[in-house]
T-cell receptor
């Protein structure tokens, strides 16, 4: 079983749609959780950290369920500029937090 | 402020040659990480530096790979006797330890290495 698993997609949605991505992780000792986005041939960029209570940043909402070892990202009112690969990222719970990346979910928003 | 910088942005080398990749982390960031991303693959952890502590080299794929960090800032990743399977994008990231955002890592633009 992969340490971090994501549905690879691709997700093709029209502008204005709401889309949700799911992610599961295998290491119950994991402490920190993130969503990064990666544009084609670019480096990953931190989108948001995910907190236990769930958190929202504008059109983006992240949820964490530690019991089920499950993380989600919801994007509302999709924009063309949201087209990217979304990476679910988990720290391994050690003191320095080595990050383990999922394979990514590809999102394409079309007019 | 300035982000993580890496050089060169692209490197083409012949099989068997040595290469050096450079990373300059965000000023003040004490933790530095190297990853690589092969075509169509996820990110693979290579090595981690934190201050003056011994680096965690657990992700280095073979003894042809080594890295150093001088003065707690700039880091160099060296690949000796390159092989075609070393072709990938090598990404460097840094983070600021000791804050609530300790595990948030910020990436440089990467070095695209092609071994012919």
């Amino acid at each position: 079983r992969k340490e971090v698993e994501q549905d690879p997609g691709p997700f093709n949605v029209p502008e204005g749609a709401t889309v949700a991505f799911n992610c599961t992780y295998s290491n119950s000792a994991s402490q920190s959780f993130f969503w990064y986005r990666q544009d084609c041939r670019k480096e990953p960029k931190l989108l948001m950290s995910v907190y236990s209570s769930g958190n929202e940043d504008g059109r983006f909402t992240a949820q964490l369920n530690r019991a089920s070892q499950y993380i989600s990202l919801l994007i509302r009112d999709s924009k063309l500029s949201d087209s990217a690969t979304y990476l679910c990222v988990v720290s391994d719970g050690t003191s320095y937090g080595k990050l383990t990346f999922g394979q990514g979910t590809i999102l394409t928003v079309h007019p | 402020g300035a982000g993580v910088s890496q050089s060169p942005s692209n490197k083409v080398t012949e099989k068997g040659k040595d290469v050096e990749l450079r990373c300059d982390p965000i000023s003040g960031h004490t933790a530095l990480y190297w990853y690589r991303q092969s075509l169509g693959q996820g990110l693979e952890f290579l090595i981690y530096f934190q201050g003056n502590s011994a680096p965690d080299k657990s992700g280095l794929p073979s003894d042809r790979f080594s890295a150093e960090r001088t003065g707690g800032s700039v880091s160099t990743l060296t690949i000796q006797r390159t092989q075609q399977e070393d072709s990938a994008v090598y990404l460097c990231a840094s983070s600021l330890k000791g804050t609530p955002r300790t595990y948030e890592q910020y990436f440089g633009p990467g070095t695209r290495l092609t071994v012919t």
